[in-house]
């Protein structure tokens, strides 16, 4: 007989189904907060260096560079070796990528960095993605699995800057140096070396699905068989709209607290509210699964974006940035889940791995190019233009994602 506090077999066995994938979401959190903490040190230590705004915005892009390329390769390779070995390699590259910034910080390290981690984490995500949707058995099974998986990037995004913020500002304090200057940068980029360690404790032992039998062809017959469906094609043109606002709020927050003088943590923690919302709403999301249209969602967060986008600069306190991230975060926190969800449906099953990598080849390549057309446009008509021009493609873009109804 089972005692009055002893777990029920029903609960055992959710336990033994949610701790693989609880495993899962703990690398990608320690491998994509360190892409996050050096997002937020780089920008701001090429800042302090006097570099300009499209300078960082040029920064910034390469984050996403890598994985323009390296993007269909990738879905090819985890549709072929599944999860653990791309994530060993991407593991490597993330390390001794934010080792070069953290022995010899200036432009070109950071450069480096920013396309070693930016890699690493793109090849890691195609490989998690692309396992979890295979674990998954219906559509709502689809929408909680993504929206547990989704709750690592934005935990990261709140762990990565908060914590790079307040290493910049006190890791030299006890020292004797003051905030903010290059040993708080070093210990920040050090973080930066130090986690993707911490995913390889996590993953190194997961489960491997078998391998789906890829078609004949080459991989540009493949992927232009994914650009056939007409779904997919609206599923990129609203991701891309929907990603255009993430990297709009990553440039523009650090710029923004820059020139109103706001310390790195305070900045830090501006971006790690927008994650914290994201994360919560990303908790709550499983439980409603069953009630929830992908569709229907998009398109209000679609249109919550291009409103929060047309009020933020007018928001001058750290407390009204902060609200505003905030309710940032909640409106496109949901996007994700929903998204993965209905590529996994409109896509068959060999070729998830390779519909993930192009839909995360066109993120990135707006990614490459957004930032400097974001530095270029700040610096000639000022970050509030940037804002009010994205929110105003994304209210347009509400139709589109409105037609992703089956």
């Known amino acids: 007989m089972t005692g009055a506090g002893a777990p029920s077999r029903a609960d055992q066995k959710r336990w033994h189904h949610l701790w693989p994938l609880a495993k899962l979401i703990l690398g990608h959190v320690c491998l994509h907060a360190s892409m996050a903490a050096l997002r937020l040190a780089a920008p701001l230590y090429a800042l302090r260096q006097g570099q300009s705004a499209l300078a960082v915005g040029g920064l910034l892009s390469l984050f996403a560079l890598t994985q323009v390329f390296l993007s269909i390769p990738a879905g090819r390779y985890a ?135 890829l078609p004949q062809g080459s991989t540009r017959e493949q992927v232009l068989q994914v650009l056939r469906m007409a779904a997919m094609r609206r599923l990129l043109l609203v991701n891309w709209l929907l990603s255009s606002c993430w990297d709009v709020h990553t440039f523009v927050v650090p710029v923004l607290g820059h020139e109103r003088h706001f310390s790195a943590s305070v900045i830090g923690t501006i971006l790690g509210a927008f994650a914290v919302a994201a994360v919560a709403v990303r908790v709550v999301l499983p439980t409603l699964a069953d009630r929830l249209r992908e569709w229907v969602v998009i398109t209000c967060a679609m249109l919550g974006t291009a409103l929060l986008f047309a009020l933020y600069p007018f928001m001058h306190s750290p407390w009204t940035m902060g609200l505003c991230s905030v309710l940032l975060g909640v409106t496109l926190g949901t996007v994700q889940p929903m998204m993965m969800s209905t590529l996994h449906q409109v896509t068959p099953e060999h070729l998830h791995g390779q519909a993930i990598a192009v839909r995360l080849m066109a993120i990135n390549l707006s990614s490459v190019c957004m930032p400097m057309l974001f530095g270029s446009a700040g610096a000639l008509v000022g970050v509030s233009v940037v804002f009010w021009t994205v929110g105003a493609l994304v209210a347009a873009g509400a139709h589109t994602a409105w037609r992703l109804r089956p």
């Open 79 to 213: 549709d072929r070796h599944g999860l653990r070995r791309p994530i060993g390699w991407a593991v490597v590259v993330a390390c001794l990528g934010a080792s070069s910034a953290a022995l010899l910080p200036n432009m070109v390290t950071l450069c480096i960095a920013a396309l070693c981690l930016g890699g690493a984490t793109g090849v890691s995500g195609i490989a998690l993605q692309r396992h979890v949707g295979r674990v998954a058995r219906d559509a709502t099974e689809l929408k909680q699995a993504f929206s547990l998986l989704s709750i690592g990037p934005a935990l990261s995004n709140f762990l990565g800057p908060v914590a790079a913020g307040l290493l910049i500002d006190y890791a030299s304090v006890p020292l004797g140096g003051v905030p903010g200057d290059a040993v708080g940068f070093r210990a920040a980029f050090l973080l930066s070396a130090l986690l993707p360690l911490c995913t390889w404790f996590w993953i190194r032992h997961a489960k491997e699905l078998p391998v789906s039998k």
